[in-house]
């Protein structure tokens, strides 16, 4: 597979800018093989203390476990912004990622990022993407991330549905969050991810939502920090992103905690028979 | 509870500690808390374990942290079971917090606790000026928009100010540094004996930081590994060109170099009865022999702001029937290198030990090759609250290396004419 190292981790905004403007025409069946590099990538430790101050982690030496995927996240931008990538990057929608630490990972270590793209498969709603993404440190592979994304379209009826979420928790809540309006721009402010479906009821419904909507990655990320300390050390965790968090809103967290993880599930406040999104967290 | 048993210190750790605006300046005090936690739960294997209590606290507190301390512990990997409270007694808190555990253990009302500290100079609560304060309150409570309006036109652009809070008493409107001062000046400290000191205070934690000395006390945080504060290369020369901060004209001694700053970190120690140490395999370095407090009246000027240790400490020796002189070790904290040497001064003068204290014959002076060798707080640094978990975890593993049955003396002035002192013996 062909290998491109990039000098540094290019910035979001400008690719973001050509994903819109590169996004009609695109079309094709296959993903090209191509990985997407960055060597000893530093960790700005005043954004990964804004990082963790959103997302509910403790100010520390520690990545939480989704950091590397934000530290990644323009790598994979720039791959699906290639013009031989199939799927147009507006309208993609997150459906679920799995992240694996294999080792603490600590801020002054740097981090050799990659991202990857998979093959693309058939969804009642279209056709999935996955993209692989890794850190390395000093040759070592601390942390590896599968993300799924669906691009929207004539879908396969047919399809098997496989990997589904496991069944939300039931019962009470175990925390209420109050998410104030201005939580996709905030995170966008620390994460980059400016996509303009987090920001502003006004873009947001440009681009086809009732309003603007929180990121799937803080969701994940304010899961994980809010089942305690489990996810900062080797572990596996993965999140299926069921329906938007609109902003602003309340939700509530209901988590089963067993011998071998958690389950947890976010759902809006009230109403028991939605589910926003399910993380699970392998012990 | 008829008999006492004897309250062991079985460890400590704590984060390195930064200079205000350094590299904690994003840090909470909970977060600095919880992070000296978890350094030393990882140390001593207490993950999962419920322990008797943890208590510790922060001098400069926001009101949403009423429960720092019980949040610092739901944050780590102790049991969630382990039920915490905060004190707080300005500089004393630590050393405070470690007496307070230490007699809980002795009789009996637990087997195991930590105790500690932590302050942030730089993530200070910030508050509105009193005016502007009544105002936004008036606006919040406005229900009307006439009224919300009417709220609104009251704030002048004069009102917009934050204060940062300061090191000032509150009854005397004067800063710590200013009153010391006063006591400088009162006892006669001299600008050379204040650098002297100061200087000793970074050669001896430089050392130490060679010797290894705070590699099982120490967890590296936020990037740093040891003091931020710490001068290693400093000499008397270059203490000797910095100009006086403290006093007036002639008589002002007291400089940026022999006074602590402002700083941020947090500190936590590991206590429990010799049945818990032994049954989480753990060896006690040394034990809780006896705790005191004092306070003086500075408000009136009758005894200075940082004088009360000199108070505390005859009342414990009496007590437990021992001299000055009968210790191996002593630490005296560092808020000015004159605290220090007020302090000295005060324990050789037949006067003040006679009219003060009421005794027959000064206490005497101290074998000053044994007072703070590892350094303290004008090298280290000084987040309020976390400097009695440094010293007492400092101590006793210094106790522990002199041998059982080695003594040593801690001594802690604090704000508001208070101090805080204790004993601890080798185990």
Redesign the interface.
Known sequence: MAVETLPEIPAMGPLLVRAAVTARGRHGDDVPERTLRVEDATVD??RL??YQ?ITGH????TLPQAYPWVLASPLQTALMVRPDFPLALPGLVHLENRVTTHRLLD??DPLTLEASAGPLRAHRRGRTVGVRLTAHVAGDLVWESDSVYLGRGRGDEDTVRTGGPPDAPEGPARAVWRLPENLGRRYAAVSGDVNPIHLHPLTARALGFRRHIAHGMWTYARVLSALG?GSLGPSTSRVWFTRPVELPSTVELVARTGSDGSVAAVRPAGDRSRTSAVVVLEG | MTTTRRAAVLGGNRIPFARQFG?YA???N??ML??AL?GLVARYGLAGERLGEVVAGAVIKHSRDFNLTREAVL???LSPDTPAYDVQQACGTGLEASILLANKIALGQADSGIAGGVDSASDAPVVVAERLRRKLLRLSRARSTADRAKALAQIRPTDIGIQVPGASEPRTGMTMGQHMAITAERWGITREAQDELALASHHRLATAYEAGFFDDLMT????LTQDQNLRPGTTLDKLASLRTVFGEGEGATMTAGNSTPLSDGAATVLLGSEEWAQAHGLKPLAFFVDGETAAVDHVSGDEGLLMAPAYAVPRMLARQGLTLQDFDLYEIHEAFASTVLSTLAAWESESFCRDRLGLDAPLGSIDRDRLNVTGSSLAAGHPFAATGGRIVATLAKLLAERGSGSRGLVSVCAAGGQGVVAILEAA
Request: hydrophobic share 30%; aromatic share 4%.
């Open positions: 430790r005043a203390a804004a101050r403790d100010v520390a030496d801020a002054a300390r | 590299p994003e840090a909470s909970q977060d919880t992070s978890e944050g780590s990997s590296p945080y936020l990037g």
